[in-house]
Nanobody, 125 residues
Framework: QLQIVESGGGLVQPGGSLRLSCAAS????????IGWFRQAPGKEREGVSC????????YYADSGKGRFTISSDNAKNTVYLQMNSRNPDDTAFYYC??????????????????WGQGTQGTVSS
């Protein structure tokens, strides 16, 4: 049974950085992709970034391009999301999820069937 745990959330000032961690109970290579999503109050959950386990391809939504970086440490079964130059629009609850069966790239949100509990990432003065 897959278990995903996010950590690293917190509060930073505008322009600050935050690094989120996603630890999985199963090997990352067992999944087609690992993704990061976020949901702000009153908004729908949106994709932020994801990484393909087969070839290391990465995807970034326009909201984080140039500021966010996804990476992984297979030895630790962990995927990271480095978020730099954060602004108030980045305030949201961040989730890590796994797409096991795979298909298109980037994977549709509906293909991410395993989710963590999330971690809060706040940007405020």
């Amino acid at each position: 049974q897959l278990q995903i745990v996010e950590s690293g959330g917190g509060l930073v000032q505008p322009g600050g950085s935050l690094r989120l961690s996603c630890a999985a109970s199963e090997f990352t290579l067992d999944y087609y992709a690992i993704g990061w999503f976020r949901q702000a109050p009153g908004k729908e959950r949106e994709g932020v970034s994801c990484m393909s386990s087969s070839d290391g391809r990465t995807y970034y939504a326009d909201s984080g391009k140039g500021r966010f970086t996804i990476s992984s440490d297979n030895a630790k079964n962990t995927v990271y999301l480095q978020m730099n130059s954060r602004n108030p629009d980045d305030t949201a609850f961040y989730y890590c999820a796994a797409d096991r069966w795979g298909s298109a790239w980037p994977p549709p949100r509906s293909h991410f069937g395993s989710w963590g509990q999330g971690t809060q990432g706040t940007v405020s003065s």
